[in-house]
């Protein structure tokens, strides 16, 4: 069983900065590749980034290009994002994900097993 504990979050002014994280609990975080996902109200849940464990590679949704940046800290088992030049369409609740099982990136939430209780981010203009 992997346990996922986000924090982090909270109201931003627009143009400024936050990081949230990522604690894994229960696994090694270097044995698996991490999500970030989010969902804002009304709309569905969608992809941000991920982080490869085999060469850190990463992978961003263009929303979050440029201006987001995700990091593992394998020695603390946490992923971070690092989210700069927020805007109110970054307004959502930010979820972590994982699948113990697999081996690449995936963009699909359907692909991860194992979800934290999300974190809220709100940016006001």
């Known amino acids: 069983q992997v346990q996922l504990v986000e924090s982090g979050g909270g109201l931003v002014q627009a143009g400024n900065s936050l990081r949230i994280s990522c604690a894994v609990i229960?696994?090694?975080?270097?044995?698996?590749?991490m999500a970030w996902f989010r969902q804002a109200p009304g709309k569905e849940r969608e992809f941000v980034a991920a982080?490869?464990?085999?060469?850190?590679?990463?992978t961003y949704a263009d929303s979050a290009k440029g201006r987001f940046t995700i990091v593992r800290d394998d020695a603390k088992n946490t992923v971070y994002l690092q989210m700069n030049s927020l805007n109110s369409e970054d307004t959502a609740i930010y979820y972590c994900?994982?699948?113990?099982?697999?081996?690449?990136?995936?963009?699909?939430?359907?692909?991860?097993?194992?979800w934290g209780q999300g974190t809220q981010v709100t940016v006001s203009s």
């Open positions: 982080i490869s464990q085999i060469d850190g590679s990463t």
């Open positions: 229960g696994r090694t975080l270097n044995n698996f590749p």
């Open positions: 994900a994982v699948d113990p099982d697999a081996y690449a990136l995936d963009r699909r939430s359907s692909s991860y097993k194992f």
